[in-house]
């Protein structure tokens, strides 16, 4: 159990156009969604916190208006990144953390974005 | 502000031994500590959660440990395999009600035949 998948694993883009990323808990319900990104050799970085039904919280330095959190229902957040350019290029994974469960969070395969 | 390092940050060994991967943490009031895996291009594994309260963990060929006074935790891999390499990741979760982790830039970890 407590499996997450992202959509797309990867993506290709011309700079100016957004892309949407899915994070799904597939059988479990999650009231909380995190979005992390990941640069080569370098840690995980917190962007945001998602939390079904309400705003995102973002973590200082991350622009609120180009990447663009919606976490609807308890199993889905989505990700868009808005107008990206070359250096949004990144490795974008989520986590989400099991609704009335422990603190464990449960790490999505991640999603490589190019921005051409 | 938490800071987590982790040493080495590369490791190369032949099949069977036995590793030490460390972590250490600069504020000791932690609510728990993750070991992750993280194989090239994907997503994490978790492999261990202690908790605060907790001195150590084990699953499998893995124990990580856990001294929250001195700010370290060691991930002991026993019997090392060639399905080990990847890179492995330490979290650190703030107390105070703060459930977001902190983490090391990871040991890449490979083990050759």
């Known amino acids: 159990g407590a499996v997450v998948s992202q959509h797309p694993s990867w993506v290709i883009c011309k700079s100016g156009t957004s892309v949407k990323i899915e994070c799904r808990s597939l059988?479990?319900?999650?009231?909380?969604m995190f979005w992390y990104r990941q640069f080569p050799k370098q840690s995980l970085m917190l962007m945001a916190t998602s939390n079904e039904g309400s705003k995102a919280t973002y973590e200082q330095g991350v622009e609120k208006d180009k990447f663009l959190i919606n976490h609807a229902s308890l199993t889905l957040s989505t990700l868009t990144v808005t107008s990206a350019h070359p250096e949004d290029s990144s490795f974008y994974i989520c986590?989400?953390?099991?609704?009335?469960?422990?603190?464990?969070?449960?790490f999505g395969p991640g999603t490589r974005l190019t921005v051409l | 502000k938490q800071e987590v390092t982790q040493i080495p940050a590369a490791l190369s060994v032949p099949e069977g031994e036995n590793l030490v991967l460390n972590c250490s943490f600069t504020?000791?009031?932690?609510?728990?500590l993750q070991w992750f895996r993280q194989d090239p291009g994907k997503g994490l594994t978790s492999l261990l959660l202690?908790?605060?309260?907790?001195r150590e963990q084990t699953s499998g060929r893995l124990n990580a440990s856990l001294d929250k006074s001195s700010g370290r935790s060691t991930l002991y891999i026993a019997a090392s395999q060639p399905g080990d390499s990847a890179t492995y990741l330490c979290?650190?979760?703030?107390?105070?009600?703060?459930?977001?982790?902190?983490f090391g830039r990871g040991t890449s970890l490979i083990v050759h035949p």
């Open positions: 504020d000791s009031a932690i609510y728990n």
């Open positions: 202690i908790q605060s309260s907790q």
């Open positions: 986590s989400a953390q099991r609704t009335g469960g422990s603190d464990t969070q449960y």
């Open positions: 059988d479990f319900q999650a009231t909380t």
């Open positions: 979290a650190v979760r703030q107390g105070g009600g703060s459930y977001i982790p902190t």
